[in-house]
């Protein structure tokens, strides 16, 4: 396809430029489409309420800085009850949407805690946690050590 596609992209002037290299492309892609199904089985999912849901509440996740860990917010963001938003998510993804915040939070407290330039208090702050004491508690629970000892293990990694 490539050496057929090639001079006809080349030749600015060749009549029904524009619809060979269309259709060419459609012919490559459509080649390319059942090469893909040799190897993949394909079956499309069928569209659910929740599915379109579980989508909205993860690109608001990922999307918000710094992240809520409250259910109700993203619920009354989204025009849902907490409950049926946790039921979507569990349905949907085997997790609640508890679980789901907790691992989004701990992925932007592991990034922070990764960089040199703010301290553990800064980082607390910026995550708009209570208070510094709630920030080590949540750190611990989550992974296993607190901001301090967690940093200074990742910084020593690395060297």
């Keep these: 396809?490539?050496?057929?596609?090639r001079p006809r992209l080349a030749d600015t002037h060749l009549r029904y430029r524009e619809e060979l290299l269309s259709a060419l492309l459609t012919a490559l892609l459509y080649e390319l489409s059942n090469i893909i199904s040799r190897f993949a089985d394909f079956r499309p999912q069928p569209f659910s309420a929740g599915s379109n849901v579980f989508r909205n509440f993860l690109s608001l996740l990922s999307s918000s800085y710094p992240k809520s860990r409250s259910v109700a917010y993203y619920a009354d963001k989204l025009c849902l009850t907490p409950k049926y938003l946790s039921t979507v998510c569990k349905e949907v993804s085997g997790e609640t949407?508890?679980?789901?915040?907790?691992?989004?939070?701990?992925?932007?407290?592991?990034f922070l805690l990764k960089q040199r330039g703010k301290s553990v208090k800064e980082i607390c702050n910026e995550l708009e946690f209570p208070n510094l004491s709630f920030f080590g508690r949540y750190v611990k629970k989550h992974l296993g050590l607190s901001p301090k000892l967690y940093r200074e293990q990742v910084l020593d990694k690395g060297k």
């Design 97 to 110: 949407a508890s679980e789901l915040i907790n691992r989004y939070v701990v992925k932007d407290i592991e």
């Design 1 to 5: 396809y490539y050496d057929l596609i």
